[in-house]
């Protein structure tokens, strides 16, 4: 069991991270890239030039057993648009545990959702925070924030058929996939209008706190 100063940590560490971003947007994102955490975005080489369309990050937070990502994208509505991070076992969409993150009906959305693959559609899950154990989200210069933690192993059902897909991330590779799209008038995470999958297989190990 995690005791209360390990969360009042994880909480303070996103505050302050919401913080860099609200006052240097961008950039701050990008500080300790490959060196502290890892960094991932789209377009090819974005990270290098700090010029990402949509940035991720992620680190292993020891005391918590858990990862900590960060998404920032040029969504200038995310009460229409979503940003996403998944985890794939291949670099293409389906079968995979994505987290999608917007102000949908004016409310902070950090939600876990399942793709398919043919036909082509995702849906969110029935327990929408499972596995994350912290969450926020920020505007900031007509750019979107989200940052969460997520447990290190979750065990995901499949809301197309009868399944549970285990995903752990101290003993497996993922292929992360970065993406940004809209809302249906009824709230339904539509096709993506921006996505870039991890060539390879990430491990989300290589970085810890």
């Not at 990502?69 to 994505?98: C, H, Q, R, W």
Request: one cysteine or more; hydrophobic letters at 35%.
């Amino acid at each position: 069991m995690h005791n209360s100063n390990t969360f009042g940590r994880v909480s303070i560490l996103i505050c302050l991270l919401t913080i860099s971003i609200g006052t240097r947007a961008q950039e701050s994102l990008y500080d300790g890239c490959g060196t502290t955490k890892g960094c991932f975005g789209t377009p090819d080489s974005c990270v290098e030039s700090k010029s990402c369309d949509i940035v991720t990050t992620y680190l292993y937070i020891t005391d918590l057993d858990a990862y900590q990502f960060e998404l920032y994208g040029n969504v200038s509505d995310p009460t229409t648009n979503y940003l996403a991070i998944g985890l794939s076992e291949n670099s293409k969409m389906g079968d995979d545990s994505v987290v999608l993150c917007s102000t949908l009906n004016n409310e902070e959305h950090v939600d876990q959702y399942w793709t398919r693959g043919f036909p082509k559609s995702a849906k969110i899950l029935d327990e929408p925070s499972l596995g994350i154990l912290e969450s926020t989200v920020a505007i900031t210069d007509g750019a979107f924030y989200c940052s969460f933690v997520r447990e290190a192993v979750t065990n995901i059902p499949n809301p197309y058929a009868d399944e549970t897909t285990t995903f752990d991330l101290k003993a497996n590779l993922y292929h992360l996939l970065v993406a940004a799209g809209p809302f249906d008038e009824n709230g339904a995470a539509k096709k993506h209008f921006e996505k870039r999958p991890s060539p390879e297989p990430i491990d989300l190990n290589e970085f810890s706190d």
